[in-house]
């Protein structure tokens, strides 16, 4: 693992403990999210380590921009039931990021859940945490009054083509 700043070691020690309190044993399921995707990826890289510090066995993915029936049949399925590679133990966490992790259809899979803000966009609705990650090396969580956003905000829809034109399309 890089050198982490003091900051960014406070806020990955305190969502670490936070998930820990919540779901300390059995087959845990986290998903970080975050737009533009190289924040979340990075934070969650960081916290799977810290995880694994914390004598967690952690198996981690990036899983892309993907839908819902190929998460959880090549992902959560197969983590479920002890079958997916590297992650053999009762005990494992699986540390996921990627894009629409945190849809409405999928968003009770998931034990823990952060979305990674890095500009002025709003935050997820529903997450247990949202970090502010503009400055990488001094994260913060970022508090906001969800009750102010509607369910839809950070829902991300699925890209398609238009068969005639060829341009993409939000389906």
């Given at each position: 693992?890089?050198?982490?700043?003091?900051?960014?070691?406070?806020?990955?020690?305190?969502?670490?403990?936070?998930?820990?309190?919540?779901?300390?044993?059995?087959?845990?399921?986290?998903?970080?999210?975050?737009?533009?995707?190289?924040?979340?990826?990075?934070?969650a890289?960081?916290?799977?380590?810290?995880?694994?510090?914390?004598?967690?066995p952690?198996?981690?993915?990036?899983?892309?921009?993907?839908?819902?029936?190929?998460?959880?049949?090549?992902?959560?399925?197969?983590?479920?039931?002890?079958?997916?590679?590297?992650?053999?133990?009762?005990?494992?966490?699986?540390v996921?990021?990627?894009?629409?992790?945190?849809?409405?259809?999928?968003?009770?899979?998931?034990?823990?859940?952060?979305?990674?803000?890095?500009?002025?966009?709003?935050?997820?609705?529903?997450?247990?945490?949202?970090?502010?990650?503009?400055?990488?090396?001094?994260?913060?969580?970022?508090?906001?009054?969800?009750?102010?956003?509607?369910?839809s905000?950070?829902?991300?829809?699925?890209?398609?083509?238009?068969?005639?034109?060829?341009?993409?399309?939000?389906?």
């Amino acid at each position: 693992m890089v050198e982490l700043s003091e900051s960014r070691r406070e806020l990955l020690d305190s969502m670490a403990e936070e998930f820990l309190h919540n779901s300390w044993a059995g087959r845990r399921l986290l998903a970080i999210e975050g737009e533009p995707g190289q924040f979340a990826t990075r934070l969650a890289d960081d916290l799977a380590s810290v995880l694994v510090e914390k004598d967690q066995p952690v198996l981690r993915l990036s899983v892309g921009d993907v839908d819902e029936d190929d998460l959880r049949s090549e992902t959560v399925e197969p983590f479920r039931a002890g079958s997916l590679t590297a992650a053999t133990d009762p005990d494992t966490v699986l540390v996921v990021d990627g894009r629409r992790l945190l849809n409405q259809s999928v968003r009770g899979i998931w034990h823990f859940s952060v979305w990674v803000l890095a500009g002025d966009e709003l935050p997820h609705a529903s997450v247990n945490v949202v970090v502010d990650a503009t400055d990488e090396a001094a994260p913060k969580r970022y508090f906001y009054d969800l009750c102010r956003l509607p369910p839809s905000v950070g829902e991300r829809r699925a890209e398609a083509t238009d068969s005639g034109t060829g341009r993409r399309r939000n389906s």
